[in-house]
């Protein structure tokens, strides 16, 4: 990395108060935006809106396999999206030059081991799953470092979050894994 570059770290653009949420809104979180702008260069993304769902939307649901489950909505018609938001996974690595990402808690598309899985007849079976996109962010370069905005609270959880990403940065280029 160049001396006075910062490491491009994507972000979900709810966090930076952009209003892409299922319900229209936004989860802006003050202080993590804040101190991210003072280290790296945020790359704002919503896998749902690249994918054309729009807001406010009917929200997904994540079914099946924890470990890789699948992303439908859950209002008429119950869409899988799946396929669309690995796709925009794979992508957003490749041509974004990201070192790291930071997703939103729970969500079926950005949750990072926390969001909630069902079966095919709507039983809870996990509550630590990873959402699609993040999923696919993680297979398409393994060694990123991928959080969630929750548990980069503390100063200590982001500075070492920040130090692991500096360390991707190194190993891959300035402009990460997709340059």
Known sequence: MEAGSKPRVGISACLAG??????????????????????????????EMEI??????????????????RALSIGTGGADVTDKLEAAGGDFVRKSGI?????????????????????NEGGLTSQAGSGVFVNSISRTAPDMPVEEAESLC???????????????SSLHGERGAGA
Not at 52 to 69: E, I, S
Not at 99 to 111: A, T
Not at 155 to 168: C, G, I, L, P, Q
Request: aromatic share 10%; proline share 8%; net charge neutral.
């Open 154 to 168: 503390g100063k200590t959880a982001f500075d070492r979050f920040m130090e692991r990403v500096v360390e991707y």
């Open 52 to 69: 054309g769902l729009g807001a406010p939307r009917d929200p997904l649901r994540l079914y099946g396999d924890p470990q890789n489950p």
């Open 18 to 47: 952009r209003n892409v949420r299922y319900d229209g809104a936004n989860k802006y979180d003050e202080s993590l935006i804040s101190a991210l702008e003072k280290v790296a260069e945020p790359v704002l993304f919503c896998p």
């Open 99 to 119: 070192c790291g990402f930071i997703g939103k808690g729970r969500s079926p598309s950005c949750g990072h081991k926390s969001a909630e899985v069902y079966d």
